[in-house]
């Protein structure tokens, strides 16, 4: 009878759904976040696949007799301030801005789980050092540095815009993995480990970080997300992605113009709609990839 009961709770155990199964699940029954899944792919499709196709000397050079061209069969979707085709600043400054933002998420993920993992992991004045700078971080005013930052040392590249993104957002995903690390430090698994001699590497990327790896990836979608709207917020403002550089951002910047945001929409309309259809379908995606992680929680 015992044997019976053994088995059977073996193979309950071996037919437990994994996270991808889950995810597959929810979107199944959640139509809005598929449909989202959907449109999100087939613009990313879109805007790589056509920046790759569009020749860039189109958008670098400058035709002034062009300025501000209206829509039409010379230019689909009209022309900006130096005569440029919008259709093609959209394109390439959609893959910038995605591929942009998507670097700052890998470089303060990257970072965030290795200082949260050690700070759950070790605890102890370990964790308090880490976790008053944490605090330190997050009580500065962030949006008032970024732009003294731009403008006292002029830093009008990518890589400066880059840079002092990731040395203040790393702080968010440090805490929610320090949490998480803290409650998985404490099961048996663990404490199994450290008796058989495991190193503390092993037991943070081998044991711990694979158990907690779905509310990362939930972390680092609405991440993105968060990312894009910050470098469209600081470009707008004039304090982002430098002019030369098109992007999102930069393409919305130019409703800063009251004649541009009055009378010649096509110049920063399309780039504003793409924005928030990519807002809403990264959202819509990343809550079910969510309830799919609690999901998975609760399952073990």
């Known amino acids: 009878m015992t044997t019976e009961t053994n ?72 022309a900006d301030i130096g005569g440029r085709p919008v259709d093609g600043l959209l394109l390439i400054g959609a893959r910038n801005s995605i591929l942009i933002c998507l670097l700052i998420t890998i470089l303060t993920e990257v970072i965030g789980i290795s200082v949260g993992l050690i700070a759950g992991f070790y605890g102890g004045w370990v964790d308090n050092i880490i976790m008053r700078i944490c605090d330190f971080i997050q009580v500065l005013p962030i949006t008032m540095i970024v732009i003294a930052y731009m403008v006292a040392l002029q830093a009008n590249s990518i890589w400066h815009f880059i840079f002092i993104m990731t040395v203040f957002l790393w702080v968010g995903i440090t805490r929610l993995v320090r949490s998480k690390a803290l409650s998985e430090n404490r099961k048996d698994y663990i404490n199994a480990s450290r008796t058989m001699g ?103």
């Open 7 to 78: 088995k059977t709770v073996q193979k309950t155990s071996s037919q437990a759904p994994s996270f991808l199964n889950i995810v597959v699940r929810e979107f199944q029954k959640d139509k809005v976040a598929l449909i989202s899944l959907i449109i999100l792919v087939a613009i990313l499709l879109f805007v790589f696949i056509g920046s790759a196709i569009y020749p860039e000397e189109l958008v670098q050079r400058v035709s002034l007799r062009d300025k501000y061209s209206e829509p039409g069969v010379k230019y689909v979707l009209g």
């Open 198 to 300: 495991t190193s503390d590497l092993q037991i943070m990327f081998g044991g711990i970080l694979p158990n907690i790896s779905s509310i990362i990836i939930v972390d680092a979608i609405l991440g993105f997300a968060g990312n894009l709207g910050i470098e469209t917020g600081l470009s707008f403002l004039g304090f982002g992605l430098p002019p030369s550089v098109p992007s999102l951002g930069t393409l919305i910047s130019y409703a800063r113009r009251p004649e541009v945001i009055s009378s010649k929409p096509w110049v920063w309309l399309p780039a504003s709609l793409l924005l928030l259809v990519m807002m809403l379908c990264i959202n819509y995606v990343g809550q079910a990839i969510k309830r799919a992680s609690d999901a998975k929680q609760r399952l073990g």
